[in-house]
Nanobody, 121 residues
Framework: QVQLVESGGGLVRPGGSLSLSCAAS????????AGWYRQAPGKERELVAS????????NYADSVKGRFTISTDHSKKTVYLQMTKIEPEDTAVYYC??????????????WGQGTQVTVSS
């Protein structure tokens, strides 16, 4: 079973930067599509960044465009979210989702457990 573990969250000042990681473990052969979502208190989970075709195509929510970057290191089976020019509105629990193929060539789709990002001065 493929599991995703996020890390890198924490407390950051407005205007700062943070890098989130989402490491896939288990029988992962490839990560084809990935996404970073976030859920702020009292709000629904929203997609902030997505990557398809192994990272060849990326898309971002308007609220993070130009500030966040999603990338995939296929050798490490890890998806990253580089966050810059962080704003208080970015405070949320961040979740990663990845879909791909296992070594037995079956498809997988998994979610991480979430990592808290808190923006405060």
């Amino acid at each position: 079973q493929v599991q995703l573990v996020e890390s890198g969250g924490g407390l950051v000042r407005p205007g700062g930067s943070l890098s989130l990681s989402c490491a896939a473990s288990g029988p992962v052969f490839s990560i084809n599509d990935a996404g970073w979502y976030r859920q702020a208190p009292g709000k629904e989970r929203e997609l902030v960044a997505s990557s398809t075709r192994g990272g060849a195509s990326t898309n971002y929510a308007d609220s993070v465009k130009g500030r966040f970057t999603i990338s995939t290191d296929h050798s490490k089976k890890t998806v990253y979210l580089q966050m810059t020019k962080i704003e208080p509105e970015d405070t949320a629990v961040y979740y990663c989702n990845a879909q791909g193929m296992t070594r037995t060539l079956t498809e997988f789709g998994s979610w991480g457990q979430g990592t808290q990002v808190t923006v405060s001065s």
